[in-house]
């Protein structure tokens, strides 16, 4: 690994400042950031330990709940306030990665996680997303864990996060400190799509910080459900999750969230597929019928053409556990 | 390298049969070193010490509580908490299998949690208690998981066997040992590459059946 210099500031402006200077790199829990540095894919001269900041709180407010970015994943995932009110967030964390890293990663660092894929770890192989300019070598190469939606000539990485799926679909709000005061982005719009600048996997300033995100209430809690499929059982990432939220009201469907997780370079919300099934009977014909609306626009790259049979099985199959049908 | 020996344990034994393992992996290392260093680094590695290397970069200080020994030491930021103990404390019962976090040889407790040290930067551990496998121990008598293990076989070469009981006893300490399937989900960030798993499963069930206090 290389070397880096090391700070700790005690308070959130210590923090913005030094982040805002080239080549320094926030670090909280480092499960991925470590990792990369290791393999010198990533490279700060300086790291600036966030850890002092007071932003682990859980709690409710008059927006919703709220979740402060240095909060564990486990702590996150075994909370009352969100085994309550949004349980679809708890599971989705649960099926992440190992106890011993939810142990470690943090709210912020698991959506500030690289989207990534063999190719931008593997330092012998070309790649748009490491080095700008030198080619996607996972375009004609082995590209099972793929993109199929959303994806650019330059990248075809997915995000591989869980917890993301779920904030995506429950309406999320990422709160973003910056030295011009707190501004709120939407989570769908906190990720991006690879398009000509894959190098950049989310909207956040260099100067700026995650200090939280707020789950507006909703009345998704009784009928919501993640599943992740994977190549084992546990400890692996999706080869396709999905996250669906349903408000049912006598056997029809008042309102709908679906998102796709493993099949994008960002947490794919299925907007189409959600509007199909509102004011419908909750039925797995309608399930299946959302389904194939979501595949719409899908494109395989050989590896991971499977995605397209499998990605729709799923959808169903996540909308009847949570409309309680299996 | 200094060597320090802050703890005695079973390790102690093993330092005499491995030491000339060990010796030639430090001397390795050292070489390795100095082939990727230049300038200053090169000029300390003429005396052929390879402490002299280190010193040649920039190192903090740490102070940190291992096995309720406090420990006051002085490292590179990017030394990872596996290295720290197992180079600067040789507490070598926590193993380095993959060293990027997807088999949780590495597994150790920061303030009764349990992650992985190799991805964990020991300048980061500032402050906090680490347990690791030569202090689950009492003395000479051993965790009831260490006496589960070796009563139901839970292993075969033995190289993962440390993460898997400091993960096996921080599963019990979660809550996540009700079930098999409970134990076999909350136990999936140690690979065992023998397959030991029935076993281990085995023995985590008993002692949680067992109700011993972990």
Redesign the interface.
Same mark, same amino acid.
């Given at each position: 690994?290389?070397?880096?210099?090391?700070v700790k500031p005690a308070t959130q402006q210590a923090v913005l400042d030094a982040v805002g200077k080239p080549g320094s790199k926030i670090?909280a829990g480092?499960?991925n950031l470590?990792?990369l540095?290791?393999?010198g894919v990533m490279a700060p001269d300086k790291?600036v330990?966030i850890?002092q900041l007071p932003l682990k709180n859980i709690g409710i407010t008059k927006n919703g709940l709220h979740i402060g970015a240095l909060a564990l994943n /486990?702590v996150v995932s075994e909370n009352n306030l969100v085994a309550q009110n949004q349980p679809l967030l708890a599971m989705a964390l649960k099926s992440g990665? /190992?106890?011993?890293?939810r142990?470690?990663a943090t709210v912020g660092g698991n959506m500030m996680q690289r989207t990534r894929c063999g190719y931008f770890y593997d330092t012998t192989m070309p790649c748009n997303k490491r080095v700008p300019g030198t080619g996607c070598g996972a375009m004609e190469g082995i590209n099972r864990m793929h993109a199929i939606f959303g994806a650019s000539p330059q990248c075809i990485a997915v995000h591989p996060s869980d917890m993301c799926i779920a904030l995506a679909v429950l309406d999320a709000i990422v709160i973003i400190a910056g030295k011009k005061g707190e501004r709120r982005l939407p989570f769908t719009e906190f990720h991006r799509l690879p398009g000509d600048h894959p190098e950049l996997d989310n909207r956040l300033a260099k100067d700026e910080l995650i200090v939280g995100v707020e789950i507006p209430d909703n009345n998704f809690a009784k009928s919501s459900y993640y599943l992740k499929i994977r190549d084992r059982? /546990?400890?692996a990432f999706a080869l396709v999750s999905v996250a669906a939220a349903l408000e049912i009201d006598n056997g029809l469907i008042k309102n709908a969230r679906l998102a796709m997780g493993g099949v994008a370079h960002k947490p794919w919300r299925l907007f189409d597929a959600e509007k199909s099934l509102v004011g419908k009977p909750a039925t797995e014909e309608n399930f299946a019928h959302a389904a194939q609306l979501a595949m719409q626009g899908a494109i395989s790259h050989g590896g991971n053409s499977f995605k397209l049979k499998l990605a729709p099985a799923t959808i169903t199959e996540a909308l009847k556990h949570a409309a309680g049908l299996v | 390298m200094e060597s320090k020996k802050p703890c005695t344990g079973p390790d102690e034994d093993l330092d005499v049969k491995d030491s000339s393992r060990r010796n030639f992996l430090k001397q390795s290392t050292l070489l390795t070193a100095v082939a990727l260093t230049p300038g200053t680094a090169m000029k300390a590695a003429a005396g052929h010490v390879d402490e002299q290397i280190a010193a040649a970069f920039e190192k903090m200080p740490l102070k940190m509580q291992v096995n309720g020994r406090q420990q006051n030491l002085s490292v590179e930021p990017r030394s990872t908490l596996l290295d720290i103990l197992r180079e600067q404390l040789d507490l070598t019962g926590t193993k380095k299998g993959c060293d990027h976090g997807q088999c949780g040889a590495c597994t150790v407790h920061v303030d009764g949690h349990r992650i992985n040290s190799c991805l964990t930067l020991g300048i980061m551990m500032n402050g906090k208690k680490i347990t690791t496998i030569e202090g689950l121990a009492n003395g000479d008598k051993l965790h009831p998981m260490q006496e589960a293990f070796i009563k139901h076989d839970g292993f075969q070469c033995g190289y993962c066997t440390p993460g898997q009981i400091m993960s096996a006893v921080a599963c019990i300490r979660e809550g996540h040992a009700n079930s098999e399937h409970e134990i076999r989900e909350y136990m999936s960030g140690n690979i065992c590459r023998c397959g030991a798993y029935p076993n281990i499963v085995n023995a985590i069930q008993e002692v949680k059946d067992g109700g011993m206090a972990v």
């Open positions: 690994m290389k070397q880096f210099q090391y670090i480092g499960t470590v990792d540095m290791k393999r790291l330990d850890n /486990s990665a /190992s106890p011993q890293l142990n470690m059982q /546990s400890y | -």
